[in-house]
């Protein structure tokens, strides 16, 4: 799923997405085929209205919405009996019909088959794999040409998340105040032990020191270094503990401007970004408070169920455009868990656990968005919506109907319901109000 094309990392879905994105383009497929000069080359094969675009324009317009040139060699418009019934380009057709025009054979072992498949690819082009935990063999999941950016990644969660991608072929950019959990004092340190690591095992990092509320200085220094930003990880956060009823303004006001106003300023700075090159995976760091509460936390619950909502909307904002946004709850032994965890809790609960659900959903390969995942230990899960079935009332109901009919509508034991966006609520409710009985002759 990735080729080297002139020394460069391309991915083909990629300059795919972009093709697909002409208003001209009705479908395209892009495959990758060995070629002596090059390791291997691009090819896509466009089906465009008839007139609306040459190979010229194509090639511009796939250079212009890319961060570098990463432009197929060459363009072939597909004939009429390369399309299915249903009028679609078929990948496997494609492979076929592009190393039989080359005059090229495919690779040893290369899949002809559906679109995850990775096709002619030269030997200059390492296929890795590796076995997982139920003993099946699949593909190694890289990032190379990726750029991340993590947040709060100079110790915990953070350090891992940067870890993981950064020894999977990601350049990361780690970002790291070097505060206390407490949001107080700062130090380059922590940001710098982490690229130092990610150094050490063979990877591509640069630290940033900035505040999360500087989103926007935190995305340039990921364009400064590496020209794109592909991955966003909102983790940086500090905590505030203290009873509703003595919790000071600024005791709200610093997680407010951590949690939520930082994953808000970092996300936007780099959507614009992610919109322009058809690509985008963010993660929002939620966690067990914000889905269920905790005393002494009204602030951090309410900043960590706001990043659901903030992941919802973003889902469907960056849907066609190919941006994912997924939320997880993670529990495991990071520094804010010390203080309310023991010894023994915490040895079963291993931050390096926690990376690979995040890994994932910064992949390429992930089609989740909008996913909220609750994780522990070696534990993961989705989370959804459940609703009771409901009472439906006649009109002019008072008060006291609902108090009559309050156990039957908070009762799962009539059945459930699991919504996954408002239009099921709404179909309820605009429902008529009940009819009355109708009086017995």
């Known amino acids: 799923d990735m080729v080297l094309v002139g020394g460069a990392n391309v991915y083909p879905a990629e300059v795919e997405a972009v093709l697909e994105s002409h208003p001209a383009v009705r479908s395209a497929v892009v495959v990758g085929v060995p070629c002596p000069d090059l390791g291997s080359a691009l090819h896509a094969v466009v089906h ?5 675009a040459n190979e010229d324009e194509l090639r511009s317009f796939v250079a212009d919405a890319l961060s570098r040139p990463k432009v197929p060699k060459g363009f072939s418009f597909v004939a009429e009996h390369l399309r299915g019934e249903d009028g679609k380009v078929r990948r496997a057709q494609v492979t076929e019909w592009v190393h039989k025009k080359l005059g090229v054979a495919p690779s040893a072992g290369a899949t002809m088959g559906g679109a995850a498949s990775t096709v002619g690819l030269s030997a200059s082009l390492v296929s890795a794999a590796s076995v997982n935990s139920v003993g099946k063999c699949s593909a190694a999941l890289t990032f190379a040409g990726r750029v991340a950016i993590v947040t709060g990644a100079g110790n915990g969660l953070g350090k891992e998340y940067a870890l993981l991608l950064g020894a999977r ?21 922590l940001a710098d032990a982490t690229v130092a690591a990610i150094v050490a095992a063979g990877g591509e990092a640069v630290a940033n020191y900035d505040s999360v509320v500087d989103g926007g200085k935190i995305v340039q220094a990921a364009l400064d270094a590496y020209g ?5 990880i909102n983790n940086a956060g500090i905590l505030r503990d203290v009873s509703f009823r003595k919790m000071s303004l600024d005791d709200w006001e610093k ?11 970092v996300t936007q700075a780099a959507w614009t970004h992610m919109e322009k090159q058809q690509y985008g995976r963010i993660v929002n760091i939620s966690s067990s408070t914000g889905l269920y509460g905790a005393f002494g936390q009204a602030n ?17 904002e960056g849907k066609k455009r190919n941006i994912r946004v997924n939320a997880i709850a993670p529990l495991a032994a990071s520094r804010m868990m010390e203080t309310v965890r023991s010894k023994d809790e915490l040895q079963k609960l291993p931050l390096q656990t926690m990376a690979n659900l995040v890994g994932f ?15 522990g230990g070696h534990w993961i899960s989705r989370l959804g919506w459940r609703r009771t079935k409901g009472i439906r009332f006649q009109a002019g109901f008072t008060m006291e109907d609902v108090a009559s009919k309050f156990d039957e509508i908070s009762s799962f034991e009539n059945g459930a319901e699991y919504p996954d966006s408002d239009a099921s609520g709404e179909a309820h409710s605009m429902q008529p109000p009940l009819e009355p009985p109708r009086a017995r002759l």
């Open 48 to 52: 465009t209205a008839a007139g609306a």
């Open 169 to 189: 072929g990601a350049r990361v950019v780690v970002n790291d105040l070097g505060v206390s959990l407490k949001g107080e004092g700062g130090s380059a340190s």
């Open 228 to 232: 794109r930003v592909d991955i966003v």
């Open 255 to 265: 997680l407010y401007q951590v949690h939520l106003r930082g994953a808000f300023a």
């Open 300 to 316: 951090y619950a309410a900043m960590k169920a706001a990043m659901l909502g903030l992941t919802f909307t973003l889902a469907l």
């Open 361 to 375: 959903l910064c992949h390429e390969d992930c089609a989740s968005s909008g996913g909220v995942f609750e994780l």
